[in-house]
């Protein structure tokens, strides 16, 4: 690296970067939107395939007869969950008994922060039943999971019949190798929460749970079954799970390998394959399949009951039937099979799955995008901050007045920065804790106080603590001594933009969704802002780039994508709703969305909001 | 806690000595009071001349009187019948015998209906020998003891050898106590002779002779899984020596058992597989079952009540469950032909005894299920602290095979009930905890018994990759601390050895006890993975040994009619009965490298190094150094003459 060591080219190459600062800078930013739009496109991506030897070469033979017999036990469960108003345990255990299975039984309860308003519940208490089949001959070391939620209402009977009807037609199979353990779980994501704490021993949550009595070892795969009707015509995955983790891709593969063999429709993110992909339409198409996965993997959610699975390095999809108005039915027996050789396979498996890709995109079911092909889009964006930064750094510098005594200058000059750097990173992260505790601690007063419910309270608390950040800079200078130098808020935004890369750097390793799309927004805030830009209409655009609003951009664009387009006032509902399931999400699952937005995000955003007012 | 040890040493000699002389099972002809109000109630007058004693009120249900050796369905009554300290050991023994000849060959067969629908077969064959591997004279002539194995007791001195092979896990919650208990995998423990001076170096040989001699990867036993118990394997045979440096146990979680491990096994009998109960023993059949188990056990016995002289036993015992689901499609209905595809014809002739029993001591009516052909011979014995009935077929008498000349026992059930049971002692084992980092092992011993408290004793071998912080373990029952009275911890060493732990822990009644540690998971050497890491690795069953409560002794109001002297004091053998649990294995996932992209880190490496490091080295190394602005004189007028010679300057 000659270029760097000789200090005349080292010069010039500064140089060069400091006076096309701006224009690389827009470059890099289209490139990165550009490079992330072309993922979806097919010729560039590539075909799923196969990658774990167990599951690829062997063949199983799917033979599931009773189809009908499920349907049966289906409605069987729904008179009796009617019947007992809740999880019908006694029945389901007797009737897992009857099967054959080691039956057991889980309680749990747990009362939520504050009332969840989707889905009307408060205080939670339930029931988790689950059966082990013991495979023949094996010392209880390995298990696969099947799993379904016992829903309120008419919902997820047939998965449930289907689940039984699986287990006693496995049971009479010889060829396990792994425990298989039939899991209907109550509350769904809470009733499950509590059973794989249960199952591993570890309380994150706070949850109150009793012990499990019987297990199966490590578990090496499940899946989570969610069917509604009798016959469907299409099965959907769902893959994205808690904090945008994925599971392995094999898992896809193999949903997928067994939809072809089988001749179910198959979909992801309920959009069908299409083959026109040189069409625009089919483009599109992609495009929107694609965007899908990342704003669903940027929520942090979990996307069904697989989604907790995760954490416990399970390897976990949902599979979900759809029953909509095509012609083409499929009936539960053939799903039934499919299963059934989804599960023949997973008993082959000599390893965990680890083979393939742990994280990847999806435009459609037969093609992926690999993290090297994706991480350069946000390669593109971040390298912004380091030239921006590169920039600031050199200008810092090569101070403009060259005076004869511009050391005591320089030294005048730095002796404030620390503090004037200093104040406002303290300010605004203190803020970010506001916006993390205050909510939840204030809500009982919010509700004395105004005439809300509990939940509208926590958002409404979110917003205003959000909102009053804004008046921070004014405050901020309050607490300064001197004036804020030409110098200083170089300084902070030199740490403000280092930060922010560092921030979505590491945010997009863990989930990339979320980190490019707050560097599509952040990106190029933090790369125009300084106090010398006009004010009002700068101040707008800082708000409009804001986490807040982009959020509440992704809600339109999310009920957008999903072809269910909401008018501002559906729009702003569903957006105080999206807050205050985020909110949940943190204190129930652990999901990291809200601390990382709250704690970290929100106050390197509030650092450029007080460049702008800096005096 | 070393004054805990102390203290608690004579609790533990106590459970020790115990252990030795197990007393599961000491044989009692007790007359059954329904049917037999007028039999004489004295144990001793009866067991000598029992064989007379078939009344002829009572032809259809005729007591088989037995002497001690002969109706036992467990291996482990002989110790408790010939150790003569004992003052309480059933003198059962005929003494008007005739003097055995020096060797001698039992085989038996007990089966069991078990309440899940399951059906527990046991397979016993006993080759006794009296004789000296020890002495000089070398012993050459083998008749009915096999040759490889005498071979292997005397060239590595060996007291006693225990070997088991076991393919599935037992399931005590839903099948109750096994005959012989075992870890899935392999497990291994010796004896040696106190004159072994290299006991180390003997064992690594040992091992290697029985793996060939039984097909199994028993050279896989090395330091790293080799551990010796202080206080959980005693010798089962007769012999002061308790010294354990003279002990050593392995176990092989992740062996596989097969047909390659059945084969050498069925050679060992003195019949082979031609005739015998060991037609039976084929392996399509028993490797299509729930559980299969095999063992071998040597060890040194009395050869009479005085025990002058020792002889060497040697065990060969098979245990299968057959699957109501799979094996017999769901229907109730089991048969020697449904379970072995064999039905049996002779016994081996070369065998003193031959039997079948049928465990129907919940079925005293008919009423559970119903066994055909029936027999009029009936045995009763106490198997693990409950009095059990058995039906007895005698294969030795031509009347057993009927007009057929073919025995194939049919059970039909009439009842369709599966329960759990609640077994008195219980143990489950499992990893919490999630991440490759830490994890905690959680053992839960289960302790049913209503209104008593025992000891048990807890064996942990855990490998020397899972680093446990033993400052973490904890023990607690009811929620309560509960400090185990004697504890035993030999640390690992990376490498070299496993981690060892034992403890002597109380239960009390009705609870359930909880031991906890944690661990950390260790990063391997590269080579040191398996080729399957992301399989994971395996960590051997814990151990659990106790002196459980007998359910004999449990009823101590019951409804049996007993005289009245009989049942004041409880009697010693029946009190407590010896138990050992193994727990589950676990899986256990280590960090693993990711071992399919050595090139892509080469690379990557290689980029990193040549691109990235070696432009920064070479920018903090090099001294930057300002151009001298003007050169010298001498070299200015070098260059004056260069120009005017039309040379460029220097």
């Known amino acids: ?615 | 806690m070393a004054a805990h040890r102390c203290s608690n040493c004579a609790a533990l000699l106590i459970l020790c000595s115990l252990s030795v002389f197990i007393v599961v099972d000491s044989q009692e002809t007790t007359l059954n009071g329904g049917h037999h109000a007028t039999t004489v109630h004295n144990p001793q007058t009866t067991t000598g001349t029992a064989e007379q004693t078939a009344e002829p009120a009572v032809e259809e249900r005729r007591w088989e009187a037995t002497a001690v050796e002969e109706a036992t369905p467990d291996d482990d009554d002989d110790a408790a019948a010939s150790d003569k300290q004992d003052t309480s050991a059933p003198e059962t023994v005929d003494p008007s015998s005739v003097p055995q000849p020096k060797d001698d060959f039992q085989e038996e067969l007990v089966i069991r209906p078990l309440h899940s629908g399951d059906i527990y077969a046991s397979f016993q064959f006993r080759t006794v020998w009296e004789t000296d591997f020890m002495r000089g004279n070398k012993v050459s002539h083998y008749r009915l003891f096999p040759k490889s194995l005498g071979q292997v007791i005397s060239k590595f001195s060996v007291r006693e050898l225990h070997i088991s092979f076991t393919q599935g896990y037992w399931r005590t919650m839903q099948w109750g106590q096994p005959f012989q208990p075992s870890p899935p995998g392999a497990e291994l423990w010796v004896w040696f002779q106190d004159s072994v001076t290299d006991v180390d170096g003997t064992w690594k040989e040992l091992t290697n002779v029985l793996s060939g001699i039984f097909c199994a990867s028993l050279n896989f036993i090395d330091s790293t899984n080799t551990v010796q118990p202080s206080a959980s394997f005693k010798p089962l045979g007769i012999g002061n020596e308790t010294d354990h440096r003279f002990l050593r146990y392995a176990t092989l979680p992740r062996e596989i058992v097969c047909t390659e491990n059945l084969t050498p096994w069925k050679k060992l009998l003195p019949c082979g597989s031609k005739a015998g109960l060991a037609v039976l023993l084929k392996s399509e059949k028993l490797f299509h079952s729930s559980f299969h188990s095999q063992a071998v056990h040597i060890r040194p016995v009395c050869q009479d009540w005085q025990c002058k002289t020792t002889s060497w036993e040697l065990r060969q015992t098979l245990n299968v469950v057959f699957d109501l689901h799979n094996s017999a499609q769901g229907k109730r209905e089991w048969s020697l032909f449904k379970m072995f595809s064999r039905t049996l014809t002779e016994a081996c002739p070369l065998a003193s005894s031959s039997k079948i029993y049928i465990d129907i001591t919940d079925n005293p009516q008919g009423e559970q299920f119903e066994v055909s052909p029936a027999t009029p011979l009936l045995s009763q014995a106490v198997v693990l602290g409950d009095r059990r009935t058995f039906s007895v077929y005698d294969l030795t008498q031509q009347i057993t095979f009927g007009t057929v000349r073919s025995l194939n026992l049919l059970i039909r059930w009439k009842s369709s009930e599966g329960d759990m049971l609640r077994p008195l002692l219980h143990a489950e084992r499992y990893v919490a905890g999630y991440g490759l980092q830490t994890g905690e092992i959680h053992t839960l011993m289960y302790n049913n018994h209503p209104y008593r408290s025992f000891p048990v004793l807890l064996l942990d071998s855990v490998p020397w990759y899972l680093r446990l912080y033993i400052h973490t373990l904890t023990v607690t029952s009811k929620g309560k601390d509960n400090k185990p009275s004697y504890i035993h911890y030999q640390p690992s060493k990376d490498r070299l050895r496993p981690h060892l732990l034992e403890m002597l822990v109380q239960l009390p009644p009705n609870s359930v006890t909880e031991v906890t540690v944690q661990f950390e998971r260790a990063l391997l050497k590269w080579t040191e993975y398996t080729p399957d890491p992301n399989h994971g690795f395996y960590v051997g069953s814990s151990v659990i040994s106790s002196l459980v409560p007998s359910i004999v002794a449990m009823d101590t109001n019951s409804t049996r009619e007993r005289p009245l002297f009989s049942s004041f004091f409880p009697c010693k053998e029946e009190s407590s009965y010896f138990v050992r649990v193994y727990t589950e294995p676990l899986l256990v996932n280590l960090p693993t490298p990711d071992f399919s992209m050595p090139y892509n880190v080469i690379c990557l490496t290689c980029t990193v190094v040549a691109v990235g490091y070696g432009s920064l080295y070479n920018l903090l190394t090099r001294s930057f150094q300002i151009e001298e602005p003007s050169p010298g004189l001498a070299k200015r007028i070098a260059n004056i003459i260069r120009k005017m010679r039309g040379v460029p300057p220097l």
Not at chain 1, 51 to 73: D, I, Q, Y
Not at chain 1, 85 to 95: E, R, S
Not at chain 1, 258 to 276: E, M, P
Not at chain 1, 322 to 338: E, M, P
């Open chain 1, 1 to 615: 690296m000659g270029l760097l060591s000789d200090p005349n080219r080292r010069r010039a190459l500064i140089s060069l970067l400091t006076r096309l600062n701006s224009p690389i800078c827009v470059v890099c930013y289209m490139a990165g939107v550009a490079w992330f739009m072309g993922l979806a496109f097919e010729p560039f991506t590539l075909r799923t395939y196969m990658s774990e030897n167990a599951m690829g070469s062997t063949m199983v033979e799917e033979r599931f007869p009773a189809g009908e017999r499920a349907l049966t036990t289906g409605r069987e469960f729904s008179a009796h969950k009617k019947k007992a108003g809740g999880m019908p345990v006694d029945w389901l255990v007797k009737t897992m008994q009857a099967r054959g299975l080691e039956v057991f039984t889980q309680r749990f309860s747990r009362k939520l922060p504050f009332p969840d308003e989707n889905k009307e519940r408060y205080m939670v208490k339930g029931t988790n039943v689950y059966g082990i089949l013991r495979a023949p001959r094996a010392p209880r070391t390995e298990a696969l999971v099947l799993s379904a939620p016992c829903t309120p209402g008419d919902s997820n009977n047939q998965a449930v019949g289907l689940l039984l009807g699986l287990a006693q037609y496995f049971r009479n199979q010889i060829y396990w190798a792994k425990d298989i353990i039939f899991l209907v779980n109550e509350h769904d994501l809470i009733g499950m929460q509590a059973w794989l704490e249960g199952y591993h021993h570890t309380n994150t949550t706070g949850m109150d749970w009793s012990p499990l009595q019987g297990r199966g070892g490590s578990i090496q795969a499940a899946l989570s079954l969610e069917l509604s009707s009798d016959v469907i015509t299409s099965m959907d995955l769902v893959l994205e799970g808690l904090n945008g983790q994925l599971p392995n891709l094999d898992l896809a593969n193999l949903f997928y390998a067994f939809c072809q063999k089988i001749g179910v429709l198959c979909t992801i993110q309920g959009k069908l394959q299409r083959n026109d992909w040189d069409s625009v339409s089919g483009y599109s198409h992609s495009v929107q399949t694609m965007m899908l996965m990342v704003m669903k993997q940027a929520s942090g959610r979990p996307w069904g009951d697989h989604g907790l699975f995760l954490r416990y390095h399970i390897e976990a999809a949902s599979i979900k039937g759809i029953n909509s108005f095509r012609q083409y039915k499929t009936d539960v027996t053939t799903i039934g099979r499919l299963l059934e050789g989804m599960y023949r396979k997973l008993n082959n498996l000599l390893e965990r799955l680890h083979q393939s890709y742990f994280f990847y995109l999806m435009p459609s079911l037969s093609h992926f995008v690999s993290i090297g092909y994706y991480m350069p889009a946000f390669g593109l964006l971040a390298v912004i901050l380091l030239l921006r930064a590169l920039d600031l750094w050199v200008q810092l510098a090569t101070p403009p007045p060259r005076t004869e005594d511009g050391i005591t200058d320089k030294e005048q000059v730095s002796s404030p920065g620390v503090l004037s750097v200093l104040t406002p990173l303290v300010i605004s992260h203190l803020t970010g804790v506001a916006l993390y505790t205050l909510p939840i601690q204030f809500q009982e007063m919010a509700v004395e106080q105004f005439p809300v419910s509990e939940t509208e309270a926590v958002v409404l608390t979110a917003i205003g603590v959000y909102t009053a950040g804004l008046a921070l800079p004014h405050n901020t200078h309050r607490l300064l001594s001197g004036e804020g130098t030409e110098q200083g808020w170089r300084v902070l935004k030199l740490v403000a933009v280092l930060y922010l890369a560092v921030l979505l750097g590491c945010t997009a390793l863990i989930n990339f969704s979320l980190g490019f799309i707050l560097a599509l927004t952040l990106v190029p805030v933090a790369a125009f802002v300084t106090p010398h830009v006009p004010k009002v209409l700068s101040a707008f655009i800082l708000v409009i780039l804001s986490p807040a609003c982009t959020l509440l951009f992704s809600v339109f664009f999310f009920q957008e994508l999903q072809e269910l387009p909401v008018s501002f006032q559906e729009g702003w509902l569903l957006y105080l709703s999206v807050i205050s399931q985020g909110i949940l999400d943190h204190f129930l699952y652990g999901s990291l969305v809200y601390p990382l937005i709250a704690l970290l995000v929100y106050p390197c955003w509030l650092l450029f909001w007080n460049i702008l007012f800096w005096k």
